[in-house]
Antibody
Framework: EVQLLESGGNLVQPGGSLRLSCAASGFTFSSYAMTWIRQAPGKGLEWVSAIVGTDDRTYYVDSVRGRFTISRDNSKNMLYLQMNSLRAEDTAIYYC??????????????WGQGTLVTVSS | DIVMTQSPLSLSVTPGEPASISCRSSQSLLHRNGHNSLDWYLQRPGQSPRVLIYLGSNRASGVPDRFSGSESGTDFTLKISRVEAEDVGVYYCMQVQQPPWTFGQGTKVEIK
């Protein structure tokens, strides 16, 4: 069974840092692209970042570029999101999800349960 | 960035009746492979989203066949042929044509 389990969410002060983790199991992690998507309280979904391909190409939404860094450790089946210079508007539930990039795409077909990041003084 | 506009933003449906949600993209989502780079997701209350339709009209694994996706240029439609109680939640379209991937605002579906 495919499982994605996020952790690392917490209450942090504006300007602070946090590292989110996503533990993957039940599939060949290195064969999939991974993405982070967030949802502010009571709001819609917002794509944040993705890491794709054997060369680990990375993509970011403009609002986090330069502050957030997505990375992965295929030996540990782990996805990460390093979040620096956090702002109140980064407050959200952060979901990790997977997709098959290239000709095998079938949507973001597995999602974690999410981890809550709260940025507040 | 590609802007995705959904309508309506809320929908109240009688069980057994059909429902339809529209999504319009600000740019073409037609990939060179001939597919439209448009997915539909459902987020049930208190749950993580799940994919319903990918690349415009392909039903995801395990999704009931009462769900279907159609495309016409930059206009996309999710149809539920006969709404059931378990279909309540918020439906989102999302373009995966180019980063940043962007979602529509969401359509909240309730049962009458």
């Amino acid at each position: 069974e495919v499982q994605l389990l996020e952790s690392g969410g917490n209450l942090v002060q504006p300007g602070g840092s946090l590292r989110l983790s996503c533990a993957a199991s039940g599939f060949t992690f290195s064969s999939y692209a991974m993405t982070w998507i967030r949802q502010a309280p009571g709001k819609g979904l917002e794509w944040v970042s993705a890491i794709v391909g054997t060369d680990d190409r990375t993509y970011y939404v403009d609002s986090v570029r330069g502050r957030f860094t997505i990375s992965r450790d295929n030996s540990k089946n782990m996805l990460y999101l390093q979040m620096n210079s956090l702002r109140a508007e980064d407050t959200a539930i952060y979901y990790c999800s997977r997709y098959c990039s290239g000709g095998c795409y079938s949507g973001l077909d597995s999602w974690g349960q999410g981890t809550l990041v709260t940025v507040s003084s | 960035d590609i802007v995705m506009t959904q309508s309506p933003l809320s929908l109240s449906v009688t069980p057994g009746e059909p429902a339809s949600i529209s999504c319009r993209s600000s740019q073409s989502l037609l990939h060179r492979n001939g597919h439209n780079s448009l997915d539909w997701y459902l987020q049930r209350p208190g749950q993580s989203p799940r994919v319903l339709i990918y690349l415009g009209s392909n039903r995801a694994s395990g999704v009931p066949d009462r769900f279907s996706g159609s495309e016409s240029g930059t206009d996309f439609t999710l149809k539920i042929s006969r709404v059931e109680a378990e279909d309540v939640g918020v439906y989102y379209c999302m373009q995966v044509q180019q980063p940043p991937w962007t979602f529509g605002q969401g359509t909240k579906v309730e049962i009458k």
